[in-house]
């Protein structure tokens, strides 16, 4: 009996000496009040710290022959938001600090890779790393592309449409060309390389489509231009020509603490709008302005958007379904109808390790009139021959159909651990898939170039 009471003794001497230090506790949010999940706070100038929880919550001991009521600096940090420090009194037997911190669109505290046996904080990193928070753009504006949003405010970044059609196709172009030459950098969608192409099985004047043009912008929250020799070092020498990463949406937390009480948050945006020229067409441009002004009309937007975001118990997800109706200058010949629907899941399952999963389904349908030099085209009948219709009846042109069906299926899933301080592992996996199907139709019934109708069909997959 006497050889289990000192053992016993021995064994919760430590668990008492332990208890009588300082607590340091508090929580972490964002400046929306969302939980941030996995930020370090601490005090560097003693060494010690904690980590938030799926509750962003942190909590840590100081040794009570440290506790001397001096004040020290107590710092909240994590990459993607503005590190925040507060002076802090160590007296008592608990502490509590909250933090809000701000996003840090430029990311100026991370940590960048270079490739070249070095790493370096971002802002003075031998790369030129551009960020466009697309979330906070969309908020204020409706976009038909990321190459709408994207125009103009990257230095160094062009965009190049085919046409100006409604959902034409369009792509990035960095100063200098490249290796390859043409300016086409690499794009990444949640960590997955993402295929570049342009789709148009029937010569219709050069108006392609694209899978990038395919793309809901809504679902998107930030897009990062990688540009400099490091760029091509990390991402080899497709990367030559500069490296595009698109982040798309993850659900947030909306409550407080393990049984939120607001776990979910619905939200609805419709949008509606007209296209309309912006000039019409004169004497001075064509013999029959009349005629050309008639064939183009006003083309119509709709679009419904739905999103479901939230966060319980260690996951955090964000949905949404959006449909887009849009018609161009030429309604009969020139529309867009999209479907997207997007599921984003993060999990955190333990303390050092998640498991993020993106998917989203995209379902195009498009129809591209015909343009350009094309014996078929309004364009060419009008302001090309004289008389007007010299080619072909206006009534045939009319009937003239070209169909492009896009359907895309995209998946990213990574997964990281941390098994020990300062190292992490991590993999990712990730699907590309896209199926084409193009129709051009001259109806029978109808003569185009002496011929009485035909149907031209072209499928195509790419993964």
Do not use: C
């Amino acid at each position: 009996m006497r050889r289990f009471t000192v053992h016993a003794f021995l064994f919760l001497t430590p668990a008492l000496l332990l208890a009588q230090g300082l607590r340091i506790t508090g929580k972490v949010t964002s400046t929306k009040g969302e939980e941030i999940v996995g930020a370090g706070v601490f005090i560097q100038s003693m060494g010690i710290g904690g980590t938030t929880g799926t509750d962003g919550v942190y909590s840590f001991m100081v040794r009570q022959a440290d506790v001397r009521g001096q004040q020290v600096e107590l710092t909240a940090s994590i990459i993607g938001h503005k590190k925040k420090t507060a002076k802090i009194a160590l007296a008592g037997d608990e502490v509590r600090q909250n933090f809000e911190l701000e996003e840090d669109i430029f990311q100026a505290e991370a940590v960048v890779v270079t490739g070249i046996a070095s790493k370096t904080s971002k802002d003075v990193a031998e790369v030129a790393v551009s960020r466009l928070s697309v979330s906070n753009l969309t908020t204020a504006a409706n976009y038909q592309s990321i190459g709408q949003l994207v125009s103009g405010k990257v230095a160094g970044v062009s965009l190049r449409n085919t046409s100006g059609l409604v959902g034409a196709a369009w792509g990035f172009y960095m100063r200098g060309g490249g290796i390859n030459g043409n300016g086409q950098p690499t794009i990444y969608i949640d960590g997955v390389r993402m295929q570049n192409f342009e789709a148009g099985a029937f010569a219709v004047g050069g108006a392609t489509t694209s899978n990038l043009a395919n793309l809901n912008v809504d679902g998107i929250e930030n897009i990062d231009v990688l540009k400099g020799p490091a760029a091509a070092a990390m991402y080899g020498t497709d990367g030559a020509n500069g490296v595009v990463l698109i982040t798309t949406k993850s659900g947030k937390s909306t409550g407080s603490g393990a049984l939120s009480q607001k776990p979910m948050v619905m939200s609805y945006r419709y949008t509606s709008g007209i296209t309309e020229q912006s000039w019409k067409y004169t004497s001075e441009h064509t013999f029959y302005p009349d005629l050309m002004n008639d064939v183009l009309g006003k083309g119509w937007l709709n679009e419904h958007m739905f999103t479901l975001t939230g966060g319980i118990q260690g996951i955090r997800y964000y949905t949404s379904y959006q449909t887009r109706n849009e018609r161009g200058l030429i309604p009969s010949q020139n529309s867009m109808d999209r479907q997207t629907v997007r599921l984003n899941l993060n999990a955190l399952p333990a303390s050092s390790l998640s498991a993020d999963v993106n998917t989203s389904f995209i379902w195009n349908n498009l129809q591209r009139p015909l343009g350009d030099n094309n014996i078929f085209a309004f364009s060419t009948n009008i302001l090309g021959y004289y008389p007007a219709w010299g080619g072909t009846d206006s009534i045939n042109i009319t009937k003239v159909k070209d169909l492009i069906r896009l359907n895309q299926y995209l998946l990213s899933a990574k997964t990281t651990w941390n098994p020990i301080d300062r190292l992490e592992l991590s993999g990712t996996v990730g699907v590309d898939h896209i199926e084409q199907y193009s129709d051009q139709l001259y109806p029978f019934g109808y003569t185009y170039n002496e011929s009485t109708g035909s149907r031209g069909v072209a499928d195509g997959v790419r993964r």
